[in-house]
């Protein structure tokens, strides 16, 4: 049995301990939050027999093999640290950490400890995501990835989160680095750190903020970026985050020398796009023929997955396989599902990101 712990008490402690529960051989021991309050709500709701309101208090009581840290983003360092030393492996809600340093520190520190760290880029494991891998593995593509599209955009119109963002000005996102975007970006841009095969890319990177904040009076939240990026091999890709684009989309293509791939992730759907050629007018009509009969496979295979409870909403799936590859690398010792060049590779073209539009995004007070 896998003994588990959640820091942070909040939403995100929610969807974890929901997954969590899910996992055959995880155990939640114990929950803390500095609000005592969050801490025993979540304890109670959780049937969990002990919550605190002190993280050393916590690890020095209670025998924990995992901690997960589910609160805002500026103290995933300092907390993940802690555990660490404490000798439990960790994994982090996204953004890993507010800067590539820190991303660093902890990871050699896991080393260090032989210890295991993970990141919640929960979006690389929905059902699409892993069925792209496995083509990929299998050659679909005819060679390594030439380039790649991700878009990972947001609607501030009927998300809770984006309404509380904009309701407060001095809402902790605001506050981090790179404000609003260091809160979703990850998502996006670790999709495309998976297929860079060098360490220090080249990344280029235009932000502004969209005509709607600006209505609004919210000038000093970017929420339109653009951003090319190529690494050593001159593998190339695009990063598009936008709020205005509708509707919303959470996209990632691959395209190889020989075929290439569309993955959707808001309705699970991936398309083989093959380098057939017809002659004369079949171009035309075989191709529609092909496609349709791939919407019609995506369809068939999300009511299977359905039909046998295999298909909570996306995120739901992916967080639980993301957790319990993580759980499977620990008693296993198994490899993350995630490797730590990913991580870090993700961390790094942030901070470029970030660096190349600071002149529009407020500094912390």
Known sequence: MIKVAIVGCGKMADQHAAQIRRISGADIVAVCDSEPLMARQLSERLNVGKYFTKLNEMLETVKIDVVHITTPPASHFSLSKIVLESGCHVYVEKPFTLNSAEAEELIALANRKQLKIIAGHNAQFTHVMRRMRELVSSGYLGGNPVHMESHYCYDFGDVSYAKALLGDSEHWARKLPGSLL??????????????????????????FTSPFLKRIGEDDIIDEVRVIIHDEDLRTAYFTFSSQIKPVPHQFRLYGPKNSLIIDDDHQILIKVGNGEYRSHLRYFVPSLTYAGQYIANFTRNAGKFIAKDFHMPNDAALKTLIESFYDSIVNDKPLPLSYKEILLTTKIMDDIFAQIKDRIRSPE
């Open 182 to 207: 260091q809160n979703i970006i990850s998502h996006g841009i670790s999709k495309i750190a998976e297929f860079l095969p060098g360490n220090n890319p080249t990344v280029i990177a235009h932000g």
